[in-house]
Structures are given as structure tokens and as C-alpha cells.
């Protein structure tokens, strides 16, 4: 949920809903059994170095319960607590489409319960491929909703893909999108600003190739450490540091001003649990950290965007030919 002043200096995802629903719109989260590519072997068994057993996420109800049990008694507890009438499920934990197709078809058509406009769908980019894209493109005119694959990609910097052991390259990142943009599915790119082998430039990269590629959505997440992961022995071992507080504000608004205005953000840094965890978020509340830098940007007039003039050609803009 966005404050109000993020309006100005970058592009909030719920006014963006709210402009395109005509109203609020909320999500169901929503839990599949499933694992991932990275962790059973198939391109990888440890998984990325700082993933949980609960493969990114730790808000679902449980997945003994059907999808459709899911989505009714997300909706029913949300549409109650925040007077919501329009809803996206969102299909978040581990990789999505790492499923038989005929199953991802049952458990996509089991989640288009009453009032829900879109899905969001989280996945790898390496596990995304025209039969699946077909298929939502077909749900997607079938029922008129607003279909959005959720990439997690982290960073463009491929050394430090490697680093993390994410099992995939930017390469597929870049196949992914384009390949969603045929079917006409929106992605959003999962990015994480502070992965202690990346910098500033790094930072930017990442706004430039998204900007470059048209994604259309973005999430920002602050690295976070979990005890028995092996980024929580480097952590403990002293192998790795992470930034400052003060720094990863500063990337984020870097961040920002190279992004495209035209692009989506959803998140400007991650909720996490604390539970299990050796670092979150510099022990302070996401949103405290949210509106600082909504408000350093407000003091400083910046916004996003704001050094986006990379596209279409920068050298011939302004160029005088003698
Ligand atoms: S891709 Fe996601 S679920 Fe798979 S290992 Fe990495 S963080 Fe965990």
C-alpha cells in the first residue's frame, strides 16, 4: 500500500490499479505445492543461496487446502477487514509454472473465483514457455483479466547470478519478457538492490535493461538473511557485509531515477520475517524506510524517471551536425 506522497515520485502500483479497476484491488495469496527447478536437482539442489524451505514467501495459508478454498477464504477475510470488492490471485510461493500443464490449467481455472480481475502468477525465468503463455493468453481473453508473470530475476549483473547460485542467466530473464510481451502478459521484475557483490552501477543497469525491455511492473526487495542458509554462514563468517541503511536509499533512488516513469513499481523494499532471520531490513519497519525515501526524494525534487534519457537513440538527441 502506498502513502500519499509516493504519488509524486514514482509510479505506485496501487494508484495504478486503482486507476485501471476503477477501484481498490487486493490480493489473494495463494500456495501450490510445489518446489523449484533449483532445488531438486533439475538445474540446481542447493536452491539460491539465501532461500528458505518456504521458497520466498511466508504469508499463505496452508496448501492442504484447495485453490479455491484459498482464494474464497483470502477474499472473504480481506473483502470484510478492508471493504474490498475486486481481487488478483496471486500465485507467489516457489516457481508456478513448474507444474504439469494440465495441473497449472486446473489450479489457474480453480483460482478465477467471483470478482477476481487478474492473476499474478510467480515464477523463474527459465520455467516460462509458449504452451503455458498460450494457455493464459487464451484464460486471459476468456474471462477479460490482467495476467502478470512475477520474474524473479534479483539483479542484471550475471557474475552475481552466478554468486547466488539463482541457476539461470539474464538471458533467459530477457526471453521470458519478450516472450510474455507476445502473448500480451505483463511482467514484473523481482530485483534485490543490495546483494553484497553488486554496486551503484549495478543499480542502474538494473533500471536501464528493465527500462530497455518495457517490463511493466517492478518489486524492490532488501536482501534478507535467514540462519542455515549459506548466505547466512557467509554473513556469520564475516565473508559478506551489507550496506548501509543510508546506501541502499541511496540505490533506490538511483534506481528510480533511471527507471522508465512508465513502469509500474509495486515495492520499493520488501516486508520479511523476522523469525529465523539474521538481518532484515536494518531492523526497522519497511514502511518507515519506505517514506524516507519518499521523502528524501520529495526534498531533493527528484523523481522516477527523472534520468531516463538512455532510449531511442540518446546520441542523435540534441546532436548538431556540422
Ligand atoms: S528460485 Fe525461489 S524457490 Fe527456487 S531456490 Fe531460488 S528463491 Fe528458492
Known sequence: MSNQNSIDVYNVYSKYLKERFGEKVYKLPISLPLTCPNRDGCVGTGGCIYCGEEGGSF???????SVKEQAEKN???????????????????????YL??????????????????????????????????EYLDYIKKRYDLEITI?????????HTLKKINRGHTLAEFLDAV??????????????????????????????????????????????????????????????????SK??????????????DEEIVVQRIIGRAPEEN???????????????????DMEKRQTRQGIKCDYLN?????????I
Open 178 to 243: 519478450i516472450r510474455n510481451k507476445r502473448y500480451g502478459i505483463r511482467t514484473c521484475a523481482h530485483l534485490i538492490l543490495n546483494l553484497p557483490w553488486d554496486d551503484m552501477d549495478d543499480t542502474i543497469e538494473n533500471a536501464k535493461i528493465l527500462s530497455a525491455l518495457g517490463v511493466e511492473e517492478v518489486k524492490l526487495h532488501g536482501l534478507y538473511i535467514l540462519d542455515k542458509t549459506e548466505l547466512g554462514n557467509m554473513y556469520k563468517s564475516g565473508e559478506i557485509s551489507i550496506i
Open 277 to 295: 532471520s539474521l538481518f532484515v531490513n536494518w531492523n526497522e519497519s519497511w514502511w518507515k524506510i519506505r517514506d524516507e525515501i519518499v521523502s
Open 100 to 133: 504439469p500443464i494440465d495441473d497449472f490449467k486446473r489450479y489457474v481455472e480453480e483460482s478465477i473465483v467471483d470478482r477476481v480481475v487478474g492473476i499474478s502468477i510467480s515464477t523463474r525465468p527459465d520455467c516460462i514457455n509458449d504452451e503455458y503463455l
Open 75 to 97: 477474499k472473504d477475510y480481506i473483502q470484510i477487514r478492508y471493504k474490498a470488492n475486486k481481487f488478483i490471485s496471486y500465485f507467489q510461493n516457489f516457481t508456478n509454472t
Open 59 to 65: 504469508e499463505n495459508l496452508s496448501n492442504t487446502l
Open 246 to 259: 543510508e546506501e541502499y536509499k541511496e540505490r533506490v533512488i538511483k534506481f528510480l531515477e533511471y527507471l
Open 313 to 321: 537513440g540518446k546520441a542523435l538527441k540534441n546532436k548538431k551536425y
Open 150 to 158: 512475477e520474474l524473479g530475476l534479483q539483479t542484471v549483473n550475471y
